[in-house]
């Protein structure tokens, strides 16, 4: 089975950037639907975007619509997440994920990477 690990993560003051990569350890990766998903303290998991196997669709909660961009690049085997204009509520541990093209449910997970906007 795939793993995945995030990376580029960090602290970051309102209105900034990060780029959050998500490295795949074997080509079945280039199969995979992917998707970026969050957790706050308190709080249960959330959506925040995905993309098809060729990532040539992509898809956005609402609260990230316009800021943030997810690519996937079969080639290097990785998936990323740039978040421009970060807000405080994006404080979060971000998990990447990926499904089969087949499958309804993400069944492999990162072990996450924490982003911490400050205000």
Known sequence: QV???????GSVQAGGSLRLSCAASDRTFVSYAMGWFRQAPGKEREFVAATDWMGGNSYYADSVK???TISKDN?????YLQM?????EDTAVYYCAARRASGYEYEFWGQGTQVTVSS
Do not use: D, I, M
Not at 3 to 9: D, K, Y
């Open 84 to 88: 421009n204009s970060l807000k405080p």
């Open 66 to 68: 316009g800021r943030f």
């Open 75 to 79: 080639a290097k085997l990785t998936l």
């Open 3 to 9: 793993q995945l690990v995030e990376s580029g993560g």
